[in-house]
């Protein structure tokens, strides 16, 4: 991965990068292990919708769970493994893993929305692995959605849409992931088939405290209604961002106040989900109420 910078070649190799390839090295041979033998975990965070406050699903996001080093998250390991490869395998160990457990929730209207990253993404195979997940665990193609972010956008257009359209064709739909971070390029959102569209948490952590925050988050908003996306917040934490999100006609909130990451048994429950949530939901329903 060295690149020249024009100046010596030796220049750019410091005790810190070795460190840190070597960090990398570590991990990308943990990650072999991991796929072998099974230290991986999907965690569920619920996502309710904020007109009812009814839930309509979880976002499911991986763990590994190292015998030594315990719980690590995917910061840490997603990168290395998009950068080896190994993103494939972790990706598709997600994909059929995640419509698996949905598949045996007691909830058969719950939504799954599974993370796929660029780096997996790839035409004329990931549309045959998604049609594939759903034939073999038997979920409902409504019941799943697929987070991509503006990254996928940026490179192989037509191919991209294409393979979209046919993962949409199949009843799944497709959300995009991180909103406002990368390019975000408005035409984007005519170009490609989204259903939803997901605001980034760090739009969502000065909302209300900072009024350009504010006009964006309300734009977004509205751009999403005008276009018949649906618009999920990510990362509510507290009740004055849910009572702009709902003055400002946001259909759906993710984040801490409503849920954690948890693991599939709470998940397969939606009452013991409601039981989590109780407080915000009580909070959001009288805030509603007012
Ligand atoms: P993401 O897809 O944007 O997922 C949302 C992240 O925000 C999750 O972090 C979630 O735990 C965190 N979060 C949710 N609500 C709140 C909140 O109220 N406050 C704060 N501070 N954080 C909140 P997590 O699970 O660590 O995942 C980080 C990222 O790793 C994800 O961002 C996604 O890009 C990636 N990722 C996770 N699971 C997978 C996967 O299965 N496949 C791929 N390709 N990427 C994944
Ligand atoms: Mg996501
Ligand atoms: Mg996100
Ligand atoms: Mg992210």
């Known amino acids: 991965r060295a690149k020249h910078s024009g100046r010596s070649t030796f220049a750019w190799y410091t005790p810190d990068m070795d460190a840190e390839a ?65 993103i494939e395998d972790i990706g598709d160990w997600v994909l059929f893993h995640a419509c698996r457990e949905a598949a045996r929730w007691e909830d058969k209207s719950l939504r799954v929305a599974v993370n796929v990253s660029a780096a997996q993404f790839k035409p004329g195979e990931t549309e045959r692995k998604v049609a594939l997940a759903l034939t073999e665990s038997g979920l409902a193609p409504e019941r799943l959605e697929i987070e991509i972010t503006e990254s996928l956008l940026i490179a192989n257009t037509a191919a991209v849409v294409d393979t979209l359209q046919k993962i949409r064709a199949l009843g799944v739909s497709i959300a995009m992931d991180d909103f406002g971070t990368g390019y975000s390029s408005l035409s984007y959102l005519s170009r490609f088939p989204f259903d939803k569209i997901k605001i980034d948490r760090s739009f969502i952590r000065t909302l209300g405290e900072n009024p350009s925050t504010d006009a964006i988050v309300t734009a977004i ?58 407080g915000a939901l009580a909070a959001s329903r009288s805030a509603a109420a007012r």
């Not at 991991?34 to 839930?55: C, E, G, H, T, V």
Request: net charge negative; aromatic share 6%.
């Open 221 to 278: 908003i509205g751009l999403g209604r005008s276009l018949d996306v649906q618009i999920t917040a990510e990362g509510v934490e507290d009740m004055r961002q849910v009572t702009l999100l709902r003055a400002a006609g946001c259909h759906l909130v993710q984040g801490f106040l409503y849920g954690r990451p948890g693991q599939a048994s709470d998940a397969a429950s939606v009452h013991l989900g409601e039981t989590l949530t109780a």
């Open 22 to 86: 070597q960090r990398r090295k570590e991990i990308e041979e943990g990650l072999v292990k991991a796929l072998r033998l099974d230290q991986f975990q999907l965690l569920y965070q619920p996502q309710y919708s904020l007109s009812d406050n009814k839930l309509k699903g979880y976002e499911s996001l991986i763990r590994w769970e190292h015998p030594t080093k315990g719980t690590i998250a995917p910061d840490v390991f997603i990168p290395v493994a998009e950068d080896s490869g190994l």
